[in-house]
């Protein structure tokens, strides 16, 4: 099984949609949650940390939800700057760092 | 500019060639990690340093890979005898972990490598 798992998508959306992703993570003694950003063919960018209390930013809203192992990520008001690929990364044992594949979303006019 | 720096930026070499990455961590950070990265699939772990130390060595990696980062700061990654199943974005990241304080990763831009 892998550590983390997102739907790759891709998810299409028209512009000002809200859009919701969820990923699964295995490992319960995992500490730390973070959603990247990638665009194509650029390295991963840091969207947001997830906090046990969830946190927001802007449009962008992260949710953890540590009895059921996941962690989610909602957009509100889509912008066609979100296209791009959206990481769940958490980490395991020593912090290591573990990534999901992605999920790609594309904003469409 | 004080983010993570990765060279070359891109690399084609013939198969069975050497080849070396280079990334320079954000300073401060102890932690030093390098992943691959294929199209359509996430950072894959590779290994990861903490200061000079290996910590790890995914089990996927092949013996013609090795890292380093003899002094805690810099790191190389080597392949040897490239294979054309080594075409990939090869990405490094660091991060700064103390106690219960761990920092997020920050990528470097990569090293794409093309294996002809």
């Known amino acids: 099984r892998k550590e983390v798992e997102q739907d790759p998508g891709p998810f299409n959306v028209p512009e000002g949609a809200t859009v919701a992703f969820n990923c699964t993570y295995s490992?319960?003694?995992?500490?730390?949650f973070f959603w990247y950003r990638q665009d194509c063919r650029k390295e991963p960018k840091l969207l947001m940390s997830?906090?046990?209390s969830g946190n927001e930013d802007g449009r962008f809203t992260a949710q953890l939800n540590r009895a059921s192992q996941y962690i989610s990520l909602l957009i509100r008001d889509s912008k066609l700057s979100d296209s791009a690929t959206y990481l769940c990364?958490?980490?395991?044992?020593?912090?290591?760092?573990?990534f999901g594949s992605g999920t790609k979303l594309n904003v469409k006019p | 500019d004080t983010g993570v720096s990765q060279n070359p930026r891109h690399k084609i070499t013939k198969r069975g060639q050497n080849v070396t990455f280079r990334c320079d961590p954000i300073?401060?950070?102890?932690?030093l990690y390098w992943y691959r990265q294929t199209l359509g699939q996430g950072p894959e772990f590779l290994t990861y340093f903490q200061n000079e130390a290996q910590l790890e060595k995914s089990r996927l990696l092949s013996d013609r890979f090795s890292a380093e980062r003899p002094k805690g700061s810099f790191s190389t990654l080597e392949i040897q005898r490239t294979e054309q199943g080594d075409s990939a974005m090869y990405l490094c990241a660091s991060s700064l972990a103390l106690d219960r304080v761990h920092t997020e990763a920050f990528f470097g831009q990569g090293t794409r490598l093309t294996v002809v």
């Open positions: 490992n319960s003694a995992s500490q730390s």
């Open positions: 997830v906090y046990s």
């Open positions: 300073s401060e950070h102890n932690r």
């Open positions: 990364v958490v980490t395991g044992n020593f912090n290591k760092f573990y």
